[in-house]
């Protein structure tokens, strides 16, 4: 069962795509929705494709799909005008959750393909509070196509918390010889460390476990569809 803004949303994106072929921006959406941020409509978009209403065409930006449309709901007591002149007033829908939203550091673009000189900025990304978790968090802008098998693209935000340790198979921040940062999967070699790409047209990197040292693993991915 949906909720009342969730519903409203569906029907909206479906009308919108009747009428032009293409998907309402996420601007378009919150005014339509009278919200008050982005990040509302980036949650009710995600319940909407865990509940197979929606789903999300990849590798194209504002591409929505409607899967199926919700039962129209049934009228009751609430709603109806009972016999004679008096009106019950009609039920209120459920609440919507909060939108919770929190700021946390961006710091500046990290490679996805090749590494690059990191750095650290100063400007702040506002992030919906359900894509973290626990702990202290940054952002890094993804820049290249080297981990696009693990839906990770070239202008994503990653999401990183904060640690300096790491399991096999994780996908982290490395820091190599303390001036090049990247974003790969984990993996110890034997005596090496090796950093792997999530795209066969890149080799992985192997480096001296002196040479690297973990920033950070990947919490979610930030995306935008305008």
């Known amino acids: ?37 982005k990040s509302g409509v980036h949650r009710l978009i995600s319940a909407l494709e865990e509940r197979h209403f929606i789903r999300r065409l990849p590798n194209r930006a504002r591409a929505l799909e409607v899967l199926r ?23 209120r829908p ?8 929190v700021e946390i550091p961006l710091h500046g673009r990290i490679a996805a393909g090749l590494p ?5 900025g100063s400007s702040m990304l506002a992030v919906p509070a359900a894509l973290l978790g626990s702990g202290e968090h ?25 640690t300096d340790v790491a399991r096999d198979g994780q996908i982290v921040v490395a820091l190599i010889d303390e001036s090049e940062a990247t974003l ?25 476990p002196a040479q690297v040292r973990v920033q950070g693993k990947l919490s979610g991915i930030l995306r935008r569809y305008e």
């Open 69 to 91: 449309m919700p039962d129209r709901p049934e009228k009751t007591a609430a709603t109806e005008a009972p016999s004679g002149n008096v009106r019950t007033p009609a039920a």
């Open 184 to 208: 790969k999967y984990f993996r110890r070699e034997g005596s090496m460390v090796r950093l792997d790409p999530a795209n066969r047209a890149y080799d992985p990197q192997r480096y001296a």
């Open 138 to 162: 940054y952002a890094l802008e993804v820049s290249g196509d080297s981990m696009v098998e693990a839906g990770i693209l070239d202008g994503d935000y990653a999401l990183i918390r904060r």
């Open 1 to 37: 069962m949906l909720t009342a803004k969730q519903h409203e949303l569906v029907c909206f994106i479906n009308d919108r795509l009747k009428e032009t072929g293409v998907s309402p921006s996420f601007e378009e959406m919150k005014e339509a929705l009278d919200l008050k941020s």
């Open 94 to 101: 459920a609440a919507e959750p909060a939108n919770d939203v």
């Open 116 to 120: 690059i000189e990191a750095f650290e």
